[in-house]
């Protein structure tokens, strides 16, 4: 590009950067973010999204954390995206007090969870053997305008089959088998 005269953008760097995360390569990514803020072009919420996700595909939430704050201290907002990020990564790492904390954080910065997050945090609350917590976050799910969707109705039945919740399991799916057929066709 630069034999060419071809000045790279955020979103070009924002390209390279999130193929290497998804590749696993982190200590490169770094080196595309560290060579954006060295010609001067700030990274947005994409940029940070695509190095946090990356930190958590390879287990390293800690490195994650510390992308996420930069975020912050950047002055770059996260949207739910971001927030969904980090907290699948405290889920999967079963640090699931810090996920709930993130999500009552983003919660009361004005910012409306979504279903997926919902999702993740049901899945997560499972992980860690407290399926009635996750069964607790259904009314308030609703309660802020999201709706269940399949998808979400199987992490919460398998974690609670996975729990040995099998009474609570059936109940919940005798409740809810015309909404999710319902949901699905």
């Keep these: 590009m630069g034999q060419r005269k071809v000045?790279?953008?955020?979103?070009?760097?924002?390209?390279?950067?999130?193929?290497?995360?998804?590749e696993g390569m982190l200590i490169e990514a770094k080196e595309v973010?560290?060579?954006m803020i060295q010609r001067g072009i700030?990274?947005?919420?994409?940029?940070?999204?695509?190095?946090i996700d990356g930190y958590c595909l390879?287990?390293?939430?800690?490195?994650?954390i510390k992308a996420f704050n930069?975020?912050?201290?950047?002055?770059?907002?996260?949207?739910?995206?971001?927030?969904?990020?980090?907290?699948?990564?405290?889920?999967?790492?079963k640090r699931i007090d810090e996920a709930m904390h993130l999500f009552h954080d983003m919660s009361n910065k004005g910012m409306v969870p979504d279903v997926v997050i919902y999702s993740t945090l049901i899945g997560g609350l499972c992980?860690?053997?407290r399926p009635q917590a996750a069964l607790e976050l259904?009314?308030?799910?609703?309660?802020?305008?999201?709706?269940?969707?399949?998808?979400?109705?199987?992490?919460?039945?398998?974690?609670?089959?996975?729990?040995?919740?099998?009474?609570?399991?059936m109940d919940c799916l005798k409740r809810w088998k015309t909404k999710i057929w319902t949901a699905i066709l």
């Design 58 to 64: 390879q287990s390293k939430i800690d490195d994650a």
């Design 70 to 93: 930069m975020m912050l201290e950047r002055g770059c907002s996260p949207d739910v995206f971001s927030y969904n990020i980090l907290i699948n990564g405290y889920c999967k790492s």
């Design 127 to 129: 992980r860690v053997e």
């Design 42 to 51: 700030e990274p947005d919420t994409v940029t940070y999204s695509s190095l």
């Design 138 to 169: 259904f009314p308030k799910m609703r309660a802020c305008g999201q709706h269940p969707n399949p998808r979400t109705y199987a992490i919460l039945l398998d974690g609670l089959f996975k729990n040995k919740n099998f009474v609570e399991a």
């Design 7 to 22: 000045i790279p953008d955020v979103q070009t760097f924002n390209i390279l950067g999130d193929t290497l995360c998804k």
């Design 33 to 35: 973010f560290d060579v």
